[in-house]
């Protein structure tokens, strides 16, 4: 499976970006679409994830201030981020768990190439 994130890009603090990520390539169901995060030194860190279902959870860093969503006809998943702060500058990573052929098929991770969100005056 392939994934293109975009959306990113250098924002003021208290601004808002939406990061969107495209998977395409031979996929069955997508079980869980998230957004990492990572910064040099650090290990990368879940900032959101949701379920097939509509199930959401995130990190508390940006509990309140982040929605993600997705569009199970696209394979596409966003993240809206409002009111940035310069700690939520990072790498930011798009995921997935899919599947290829079918429900009882192995459950597959894949990584997008990443967007740079820099929050900056």
Aim: include cysteine.
């Amino acid at each position: 499976v392939q994934l293109q994130a975009s959306g990113g890009g250098l924002v003021q603090p208290g601004g808002s970006l939406r990061l969107s990520c495209a998977a395409s390539g031979s996929i069955f169901s997508i079980d869980v679409m998230g957004w990492y995060r990572q910064t040099p030194g650090k290990q990368r860190e879940l900032v959101a994830g949701i379920t097939g279902g509509g199930n959401t959870n995130y990190a508390d860093s940006v509990k309140g201030r982040s929605t993600i969503s997705r569009d199970n006809a696209k394979n596409t998943v966003y993240l809206q981020m409002n009111s940035l702060k310069p700690e939520d500058t990072a790498v930011y990573y798009c995921n997935v768990l899919y599947r290829r052929f079918s429900w009882s098929g192995t459950a597959i991770s894949s990584w997008g190439q990443g967007t740079q969100v820099t929050v900056s005056s």
